[in-house]
Every structure is written in structure tokens, then in C-alpha cells.
């Protein structure tokens, strides 16, 4: 069994920030790529930032500059720094781990429950 877990979200002012934090337990082989998403209500899910295992990133273009992605393999943990922050940021986050279970297995989506990012004054 595979669990994602994110923490972080909160209610911040516009400029602040906040740092989000997933991390991916259980039984497995190895993780690839690991993503950010976001959905505000009323829109569709976006990808936010993603990074593969050997650390190349990519961001969605309205929020690069801003947040930046990090992993640490070591703890299965991928990191998402967002400062200046704006109202538009405001959405239920959700992390993603392209996960495979076994050596010779596929990789398959984990999506953890989501954390509740609003900024507001």
C-alpha cells in the first residue's frame, strides 16, 4: 500500500509564502517523477511544478519565479516553496508520485488528499 501526504496549506496575506510538503510511504520500488497540483473551485486541476528523480523541474508559467520544487529522495519527500504568493494562488493543492511497486512493474499514479491553500488579506 502506497500513501501520499500532504502538509502545509494555510491562509496567508498576498506577498507571503508558504512551503508545502508530500511525502510518499509504503511498500515500493522507487518513485519517478513527482508533481504539484492545484484546482480552484470551479476550474479544472492544474499541473503547478514538477520534478523527475534526477532533479530536472518544470512550473506552470504564472507561478514561476514564485515556487520552486525540491525533493529529497532520501525521505520520498518532494517540497513546494511558494512565495508571492496572490489571490489566484488560492486552491486545494495536491501532490502526485509516479510510483513503481515492484523492480520489473510499471509505474502508476498516487495522489495524496489535498492541502487548502488561501490567500487572502
Known amino acids: 500500500q502506497v500513501q501520499v501526504v500532504e502538509s502545509g496549506g494555510g491562509l496567508v496575506q498576498p506577498g507571503g509564502s508558504l512551503r508545502l510538503s508530500c511525502a510518499t510511504s509504503g511498500s515500493f520500488f522507487s518513485i519517478g517523477a513527482m508533481g504539484w497540483y492545484r484546482q480552484a473551485p470551479g476550474k479544472q486541476r492544474e499541473l503547478v511544478a514538477n520534478?523527475?528523480?534526477?532533479?530536472?523541474?518544470g512550473y506552470l508559467g504564472s507561478v514561476k519565479g514564485r515556487f520552486t520544487i525540491s525533493r529529497d529522495n532520501a525521505k520520498n519527500t518532494v517540497y513546494l516553496q511558494m512565495n508571492s504568493l496572490k489571490p489566484e494562488d488560492t486552491a486545494l493543492y495536491y501532490c502526485?508520485?509516479?510510483?513503481?511497486?515492484?523492480?520489473?512493474?510499471?509505474?502508476?499514479?498516487?495522489w495524496g488528499q489535498g492541502t487548502q491553500v488561501t490567500v487572502s488579506s
Open positions: 502526485k508520485a509516479f510510483v513503481k511497486l515492484l523492480i520489473n512493474s510499471a509505474y502508476f499514479d498516487y
Open positions: 520534478i523527475i528523480s534526477s532533479g530536472s523541474t
